[in-house]
């Protein structure tokens, strides 16, 4: 079993649309919870941050961590077609020299 | 702040050929890592250094693999005696160091190997 879950899409959305992308994990020792945005051929580009539980909103953007259930959210208001890559869910811990670790990335479309 | 650059972009070889890729992480971060993402895959981690120091190494970096960062800056991954499998985007991320909102890696645009 994989130490992070995601489910991998595709997933198409009509512009304008709220999307819901989530991962959940088994690791306890997960702390600090991040989403990356992926475009085709190109690096990991950090769209949010979390340490530990709660909720964190940036513009259109909302994480939230929910570490009793291991699960992690990001939601996406106001869906444009510039939002369509691949966003991946990212975790570390205290240790391990903050290493993180991926889950598979979702796939989002969103048509105009 | 130029971000992390990794150089060169694109590399195809040939199956048995050594290969090596640079990384040059923004300037005043400490820790450099080292990923591989497969096509579908999210990146899985190889390495990472503190400063000049190598302190983790995955068991995905078998023998043929090695990572360097002298003088603490830029990093250097070889591949000796590539395979087919190797075949993959190696990615590279440097963070200010350690704990919260230290700890935050910023990646490069990474290199893609095609071993034919």
């Known amino acids: 079993q994989k130490e992070v879950e995601q489910d991998p899409g595709p997933l198409s959305v009509p512009e304008g649309a709220i999307v819901s992308l989530n991962c959940t994990y088994s690791?306890?020792?997960?702390?600090?919870f991040m989403w990356y945005r992926q475009y085709s051929r190109k690096g990991p580009e950090l769209l949010m941050y979390t340490y530990s539980s709660g909720n964190k909103e940036d513009g259109r953007f909302t994480a939230q961590v929910d570490k009793s259930s291991k699960y992690i959210s990001l939601f996406i208001r106001d869906s444009q077609p510039s939002d369509s890559a691949t966003y991946l869910c990212a975790m570390s811990g205290e240790t391990s020299g903050s290493r993180l670790t991926f889950g598979e990335g979702t796939q989002l479309t969103v048509n105009p | 702040d130029t971000g992390v650059s990794q150089d060169p972009r694109h590399k195809i070889t040939k199956r048995g050929q050594n290969v090596t890729f640079r990384c040059d992480p923004i300037?005043?971060?400490?820790?450099l890592y080292w990923y591989r993402q497969t096509l579908g895959q999210g990146p899985e981690f190889l390495t990472y250094?503190?400063?000049?120091?190598?302190l983790e190494k995955s068991r995905l970096l078998s023998d043929r693999f090695s990572a360097e960062r002298p003088k603490g800056s830029f990093s250097t991954l070889e591949i000796q005696r590539t395979e087919q499998g190797d075949s993959a985007m190696y990615l590279c991320?440097?963070?200010?160091?350690w704990g919260d909102g230290k700890n935050i890696q910023y990646f490069g645009a990474g290199t893609r190997l095609s071993v034919l």
């Open positions: 300037s005043e971060h400490n820790r």
């Open positions: 250094f503190q400063n000049e120091a190598q």
């Open positions: 690791n306890s020792a997960f702390q600090y």
């Open positions: 991320a440097s963070s200010l160091g």
